[in-house]
T-cell receptor, first 112, second 112 residues
Framework: DAMVIQNPRYQVTQFGKPVTLSCSQT?????MYWYQQKSSQAPKLLFH???????NEADTPDNFQSRRPNTSFCFLDIRSPGLGDAAMYLC???????????FGPGTRLTVL | QQQVKQSPQSLIVQKGGISIINCAYE??????FPWYQQFPGKGPALLIA?????SEKKEGRFTISFNKSAKQFSLHIMDSQPGDSATYFC???????????FGQGTELSVKP
């Protein structure tokens, strides 16, 4: 089945220790998104790639970076995680901008 | 104007009952309205979606009703089951912009 895969599902890191989350997709979609979701809240868009074109949300902290080396993979780098960065991180894809988005299972990040 | 307002925040329904979740928007440029279902610890899953040229869409026990003049839309879950217990998010997209605007979410609990 075509799908969005996220690894790892659970990640524990220490305060200030860089961490990388990965996302891959077999849908061959052009657009990939990263969201942050905290408890009892809606997902919050961090950035998205339209093909290789990177689009950062205005309120995304500089601490968050992303890479998309090819169509299938996208990475979220958190350079110096703080306690406030503990959350579920969701990757999503869509065929084009404005089309429905398909989400992965998420990575639960814990910061100690 | 980019907001989608969702209510209620939480909902308790007896098994076999009808669950109704309402959303309202201001931006008339929104032209696609998906609903997502999210179970604890999982990513949101696309449930059903509608475009504003249609007043109703039904898929199984799930129905979206859309009132373009009132700028409101709602999700009805018929014959609600305990397995429907989840958080439901309405959302809206501007086709060319592509950014998914989420409602605040509704936590549904279906009691046996």
């Amino acid at each position: 089945d075509a799908m969005v895969i996220q690894n790892p599902r659970y990640q524990v890191t220490q305060f200030g220790k860089p961490v990388t989350l990965s996302c891959s997709q077999t849908l061959n979609h052009n657009v990939m998104y990263w969201y942050q979701q905290k408890s009892s809240q809606a997902p919050k868009l961090l950035f998205h790639y339209y093909d290789k074109d990177f689009n950062n949300e205005a309120d995304t902290p500089d601490n968050f970076q992303s890479r998309r080396p090819n169509t299938s993979f996208c990475f979220l780098d958190i350079r110096s995680p703080g306690l406030g960065d503990a959350a579920m991180y969701l990757c999503a894809t869509s065929s084009w901008r404005g089309q429905e988005q398909y989400f992965g299972p998420g990575t639960r990040l814990t910061v100690l | 104007q980019q907001q989608v307002k969702q209510s209620p925040q939480s909902l308790i329904v007896q098994k076999g009952g009808i669950s109704i979740i309402n959303c309202a928007y201001e931006n008339t440029a929104f032209d696609y309205f998906p609903w997502y279902q999210q179970f604890p610890g999982k990513g949101p899953a696309l449930l059903i979606a509608i475009r504003p040229d249609v007043s109703e869409k039904k898929e199984g026990r799930f129905t979206i009703s859309f009132n373009k003049s009132a700028k409101q839309f709602s999700l009805h879950i018929m014959d609600s089951q305990p397995g429907d217990s989840a958080t439901y998010f309405c959302a809206a997209i501007v086709n060319q912009g592509g950014k998914l605007i989420f409602g605040q979410g509704t936590e549904l609990s279906v009691k046996p």
